[in-house]
């Protein structure tokens, strides 16, 4: 009797996959929010979206540091950009759940944005030395 067995690590296979599900809920989450359906995943899905889209922001922007560090303070980032937003909205008394959801996907957008740009330009600065 032959036996077939897959003897690869699974380890780094299944990241992108999850990574993919993560972004996936989180979009889920924020259009729940914005468009104010009544579902109950929309409380969860809300959640990880006001984690994850400022940590993957500021992750992204932290690039140079050390593979254990910029995670933990990715999420300490976004927790504390979370309560700023919240607090600030407080204050000028205009807080609502789709308006925090908004300025948090915009600021989370700031912090993108900027960080995708340097990188294009970098790429393009060693195409450019390599001709």
Same mark, same amino acid.
């Given at each position: 009797m032959h036996t077939i067995t897959d003897n690869r690590p699974a380890s780094g296979d299944s990241l992108p996959l999850i990574t993919g599900a993560a972004v996936g809920? /989180?979009?889920?989450? /924020?259009t729940l929010a914005l468009a104010d359906v009544h579902?109950?995943?929309? /409380?969860p899905f809300t959640l990880l979206f006001l984690l994850a889209a400022p940590a993957l922001a500021i992750g992204s922007a932290l690039r140079g540091l050390d593979a254990l560090i910029r995670p933990v303070l990715a999420v300490a980032g976004a927790l504390a950009l979370d309560l700023l937003v919240a607090e600030a909205m407080l204050a000028l008394r205009m807080w609502s759940a789709r308006g925090g959801v908004a300025a948090v996907g915009a600021v989370s957008l700031l912090i993108l944005v900027p960080t995708l740009l340097s990188r294009v330009a970098r790429r393009r600065r060693m195409l450019r030395r390599q001709d």
């Open positions: 809920i /989180a979009g889920l989450g /924020a579902s109950p995943l929309r /409380a």
